[in-house]
């Protein structure tokens, strides 16, 4: 005899015919698939159910209330300090947390930066820093506060505390064809982020081959979607739709990345890491209630002494030299002309598959994989000049690194226009 208030074929079925799920049924199906009382395929159907039939503004925000309420929720209310935090939807290249939450942090605001891995060929924060040797984002709650306090910057490991349903659910849609939901997306970005604590958070969803959102019009619509939950859970939250149709920077791998951080933290590197760094942090510090032009950090070094900081606190050596993998090979250029297309996913998926990423949780990535580019779009190139170098380990995985390029560039007459900043949501509180 069950004592569960609902039945889940009801909850799935009101779903399917397109009804609306009311606060409680939320509440429960969320709870009881958490603690394993809703079973993986009656999920599997209803996530179904909510990628076809989508959900109103009430129940998202309540589905959201409900996936936070499954785990813990943090508190750096007590900090004595604003706090304000950044999520991109990933990209490649996307390296713009490493200089931003040190850079934030110098203007006096703490940033709870909660990463995780790199699943495909996105890379994850922590990948990237954890090529510096000693570096851990293991960090207890209690740890992350001290931080905080300390230096104002941090960057841990998400625990399994922060809405477990999140975790078990975003196993589920990655195996049944339902990631692609701008409802399930954004409950699922949100809930993580809402439970870290942050009062601030600026999104940067990216729009682009390398992104989930490929078009404009739905990287808008998943941008004010997001917005519009944090608004209702109390966190002012403010977003920025970013180019990704090619990569970000120079570098796309994990201690290239690092590399090329420090170079934007010492003041130079790639015109577009600073644009979108500095654009990013000024959101943070607007949101924070901070008065400052960003820029000024990066020039007078604040900002690389708290990366210094930050690195050291979670046992990282900031003077490590980060090294080069064994093997390279430069990819050239075969005619001359004007650089017209990079396409990020090639790109992406080319560095993934030198070691840069991972296949599957469990695998291991090489810290010095990846690639670094010697022309972006609209670069002039000679015939025969390297484009980009291809860096690994294993000299094996060039030939598929390779093909992966293969049509991922174009080389023609015509500059190509890239506007880097395409669109802004603002905040709603
Ligand atoms: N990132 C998440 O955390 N969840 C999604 O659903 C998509 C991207």
Request: a negative charge; charged letters at 20%.
């Amino acid at each position: 005899m069950t004592t569960e208030p609902f039945d889940a074929v009801q909850v799935i079925t009101a779903k399917r015919d397109g009804r609306a799920l009311s606060d409680a049924q939320i509440d429960w199906v969320l709870d009881a698939y958490t603690r394993g009382a809703v079973a993986e395929e009656q999920m599997a159907a209803l996530a179904m159910a909510v990628f076809l039939n989508g959900m109103t503004p009430g129940e998202l925000a309540r589905w959201t209330a409900a996936m936070i309420a499954t785990g813990e929720r943090l508190d750096f209310s007590g900090l004595g300090k604003p706090t304000a935090d950044k999520h991109s939807t990933g990209g490649i290249g996307d390296k713009i947390t490493l200089p931003l939450g040190p850079l934030v942090a110098s203007y006096g605001v703490a940033v709870p930066q909660l990463s995780g891995r790199g699943l495909g060929y996105t890379g994850g924060t922590l990948d990237k820093l954890e090529s510096i040797p000693g570096w851990s984002g293991a960090l207890s709650n209690d740890q992350m506060r001290r931080q905080l306090a300390e230096v104002g910057a941090v960057v841990a490991q998400a625990g399994a505390g922060l809405a477990p349903a999140d975790r078990k659910l975003y196993s589920l849609r990655d195996v049944t064809g339902t990631v692609d939901s701008i409802p399930l997306i954004s409950s699922s970005i949100m809930s993580k982020k809402i439970a870290e604590g942050t009062s601030a958070l600026v999104l940067d969803v990216k729009c682009g081959t390398g992104a989930f959102m490929r078009e404009p019009e739905r990287a808008k619509q998943l941008a004010e979607t997001m917005v519009g939950l944090g608004a209702a859970h109390g966190v002012k939250t403010a977003a920025l739709i970013t180019d990704m149709s090619t990569p970000l920077g120079l570098t796309v791998g994990n201690a290239l990345e690092v590399r090329e951080s420090v170079e934007v933290l010492a003041g130079g590197g790639p015109a577009d890491v600073v644009e979108l760094t500095l654009a990013l942090a000024a959101e943070m510090l607007r949101l924070a209630g901070v008065d400052a032009d960003p820029a000024a950090n990066l020039a007078n070094g604040k900002a690389m002494d708290c990366w210094r900081k930050m690195v050291a606190a979670q046992g990282g050596d900031p003077d490590a030299d980060l090294g080069w993998a064994r093997e390279s090979q430069d990819v050239p250029a075969t005619a001359d002309g004007v650089l017209t297309r990079l396409d990020a996913l090639g790109v992406g998926v080319a560095a993934w598959r030198l070691g840069a990423g991972r296949a599957r949780k469990e695998d291991p990535v090489q810290a010095r994989a990846g690639i670094v580019l010697h022309a972006k779009p609209g670069d002039h190139v000679r015939a025969g000049q390297p484009l980009m170098t291809l860096h690994t380990d294993t000299a094996e995985l060039f030939a598929r690194a390779l093909e992966a390029l293969e049509g991922a560039w174009e080389i023609g007459a015509e500059e190509p226009q890239r506007q880097l900043i395409l669109d802004r949501v603002p905040e709603q509180l």
